[in-house]
């Protein structure tokens, strides 16, 4: 099992770096749990780059499916993410 902590601050500045190095243009709100992602692009795209640096849904696991994203269509998605990988 992946042992994951809360997110800080830095982990938001991170998530932003990571998402705009793959072209999606994206807008981040610290929450008390977590923050929240709206993203232009392909939820697949934003998922693979959360997922491969070190994020995680409210499970404590990867990103890999759309029903983890919020009001999906091509070129538009949000989603929460609760946690990073320890």
């Not at 243009?25 to 992602?37: Q, T």
């Not at 693979?48 to 849904?57: A, P």
């Amino acid at each position: 099992m992946i042992k994951v902590r809360t997110i800080t601050k830095e982990d938001k500045a991170l998530a932003a770096l990571a998402l705009m190095n793959a072209g999606i243009k994206s807008r981040i709100k610290m929450l008390n749990h977590g923050f929240r992602v709206v993203f232009v692009g392909d939820w697949k795209v934003a998922a693979q780059v959360l997922t491969e640096n070190g994020f995680r849904f409210a499970n404590g696991l990867g990103f890999a499916s759309a029903n983890q994203f919020h009001d999906i269509d091509p070129n538009h998605g949000e989603v929460f993410v609760r946690y990073m990988e320890a």
